[in-house]
């Protein structure tokens, strides 16, 4: 069919030539071939043998398709190590803890600076603090989480 879109399109027209023989007699064994194809064959194939790793199998060929792998062989050639290590876990982790500290606030004009004293319980924390220029004290409480 020509194709009414392209203006130059070619149609090919297939020409047959008249021949003398279109059969050829083989002298052939077709008792042979049903035994080949009914012909149960076993091998061993090898996939992979090399530095990482090893993997065979046994294999039965029959009808002209694979018809079960049995025995399959895998070694892990990979080099591993065994670690061993130990986690010490507490049981009770020390409870109270007491930090001192020192602070600077302001902005350039006025600046002051004081300490601080923390006391930590569990996950409580207390602090009282001086501010020295402006001679004020503070004191507060936090949640540490």
Not at 27 to 49: C, M
Not at 51 to 68: C, E, G, K, T, W
Not at 101 to 115: E, H, Q, S, T, V
Not at 130 to 143: D, H, P, Q, R, V
Request: with cysteine; charged share 20%.
């Amino acid at each position: 069919m020509q194709d009414v879109n392209a203006p130059d399109s070619i149609v090919y027209v297939p020409q047959y030539l008249p021949s003398k023989t279109d059969t050829v007699f083989v002298p052939v064994d077709t008792n042979a071939i049903i035994r080949g194809y009914l012909a149960e064959v076993y091998g061993h194939h090898v996939l992979k043998d090399d530095s990482f790793a090893f993997v065979a199998f046994d294999y039965m060929l029959s009808r002209n398709q694979l018809q079960y792998i049995r025995n399959v062989q895998y070694q892990n050639r990979l080099p591993t190590q065994i670690i061993n290590t130990t986690e010490i876990n507490r049981a009770n982790p020390k409870l109270n803890k007491i930090a001192l500290g020192f602070n600077i606030r302001g902005n350039a004009l006025c600046l002051d600076y004081g300490i601080k004293a923390f006391y930590i319980r569990r996950r409580m924390g207390y602090y009282g603090g001086y501010w020295i220029n402006t001679k004020t004290t503070e004191l507060g409480t936090a949640i540490i989480f």
